[in-house]
């Protein structure tokens, strides 16, 4: 029953190295996302993808990438972490429908740890 | 500019005790308003949204939440809370003005005392 699939739960990098955060979705959504959750933030937009090829910076895209090949993956990349990336991120997706209104899907998350 | 506002952080209610959760948001216009929630580990999911009409929504899990246009809030209740309901409940506003960003609200992380 899974629908949005994050392959890594928990990782651990180093500081400087390159960082690829894979999501992959099975409900043919347009919409795809990438969020990061801090405590006492709550969930800040890093970057949204609303078709294949396209991409649109969300609230805090500094230090971060995208990519999307094709419609069901969207990957985030940290291309020199650093360690103020430490944080869980979550991807989402969401029909195109009416904007605004859209349920989105959520991954279970991916922790990342930079040392 | 527009905001979220979830004013508790943490709450701690008994099981079986009523549980109110507040939200307010800052926006010009009535925005599409939904509650998620988190469960240990897990990835956010929804509770409940409101889009118009009924000011009252139901959800799922026996939540359900009420809009109040003039204090622009969407508080969510439930009647008697069970101890698996603990998690974070996460507000969250969708601008109807051709943008795809939702805005969401710190969190309230929800305890429950056997």
């Known amino acids: 029953d899974v629908k949005v699939t994050q392959s890594s739960r928990y990782l651990v990098k180093r500081t400087g190295e390159k960082v690829f955060l894979e999501c992959v979705q099975d409900m043919d959504h347009e919409n795809m996302f990438w969020y990061r959750q801090d405590p006492g933030l709550g969930l800040r937009l890093i970057y949204f993808s609303y078709d294949v090829k396209m991409k649109e910076k969300g609230d805090i895209p500094e230090g971060y990438s995208v990519s999307r090949e094709k419609k069901e993956r969207f990957s985030l990349i940290l291309e020199s972490a650093s360690t103020n990336q430490t944080s869980m991120y979550l991807c989402?997706?969401?029909?195109?429908?009416?904007?605004?209104?859209?349920?989105?899907?959520f991954g279970a998350g991916s922790r990342l740890t930079v040392l | 500019a527009q905001s979220v506002t979830q004013p508790d952080i943490h709450i701690t209610v008994s099981e079986g005790a009523s549980l109110e959760l507040r939200c307010n948001y800052s926006y010009g216009a009535t925005p599409y308003l939904f509650w998620y929630v988190q469960s240990p580990g897990q990835g956010l999911q929804l509770l409940l949204k409101y889009f118009s009409g009924d000011t009252l929504v139901q959800g799922i899990k026996g939540f359900e939440a009420e809009f109040k246009r003039s204090q622009s809030s969407f508080n969510l209740r439930k009647p008697s809370v069970h101890w698996s309901d603990a998690a974070e409940y996460f507000c969250a506003v969708g601008q109807p003005s051709g943008t795809y960003k939702y805005i969401f609200g710190t969190g309230t992380r929800l305890k429950v005392l056997a």
């Open positions: 989402a997706s969401s029909p195109r429908g009416v904007s605004g209104a859209n349920v989105l899907t």
